[in-house]
T-cell receptor, first 111, second 111 residues
């Protein structure tokens, strides 16, 4: 049974700092891994999708990496801004129309 | 481009009352559709998924049901709400080879 863990649960950093959010999963036979952002009381916004055959994806100040053999993905945020404050979730799809979501990392960027 | 609409945004219902939440997708055909629930401070729980009209799979035995009367319409219902049904309900769609796209969510409070 796939389990997805995100560490840390919460993170507070000063503006401008580069930071890394971690996502680990127990079953390496994945189809893809997706990172989302969720603002309070809102739906999930997709940030990056990494297919099983890919090692990383980049969008603007965001870079997500995938290491299936070690069961890990990282989301790198460069030059963090107060507007980056949100909860970040990773989701792992193993197929069979089921995707397992991590509990998220709550990020607060201080101005 | 594909869009997903979910309504209402918020809902306060008394215990024992019925429920109907609607989700529609535009700009795609034959999407996989999902209903998730997110309890406060917790991860996403898959409730139902659908791979086609009238093809619904339930993941968690509970007081809720789902229907898909049209290709791009997914409805979450209950005949009699319980206090434990309170939560944040999210609809999502998934195209072939793509990740998830979520709706804006419905905050349900059962009183």
């Amino acid at each position: 049974k796939q389990e997805v863990t995100q560490i840390p649960a919460a993170l507070s950093v000063p503006e401008g700092e580069n930071l890394v959010l971690n996502c680990s999963f127990t079953d390496s036979a994945i189809y893809n891994l997706q990172w989302f952002r969720q603002d309070p009381g809102k739906g999930l916004t997709s940030l990056l999708l990494i297919q099983s055959s890919q090692r990383e994806q980049t969008s603007g100040r965001l870079n997500a990496s995938l290491d299936k053999s070690s069961g890990r993905s990282t989301l790198y945020i460069a030059a963090s801004q107060p507007g980056d404050s949100a909860t970040y979730l990773c989701a792992v799809e193993n197929g069979g129309f089921k995707t397992i979501f991590g509990a998220g990392t709550r990020l607060f960027v201080k101005a | 481009s594909q869009t997903i609409h979910q309504w209402p945004a918020t809902l306060v219902q008394p215990v024992g009352s019925p429920l109907s939440l609607e989700c529609t997708v535009e700009g795609t055909s034959n999407p996989n559709l999902y209903w998730y629930r997110q309890a406060a401070g917790r991860g996403l729980q898959l409730l139902f998924y659908s791979i086609g009209i009238d093809q619904i799979s339930s993941e968690v035995p509970q007081n809720l049901s789902a229907s898909r009367p049209q290709d791009r319409q997914f409805i979450l219902s209950s005949k009699k709400l319980l206090l434990s049904d309170s939560g944040f309900y999210l609809c999502a769609w998934q195209g072939e080879g793509n990740g998830y796209t979520f709706g804006s969510g419905t905050r349900l409070t059962v009183v």
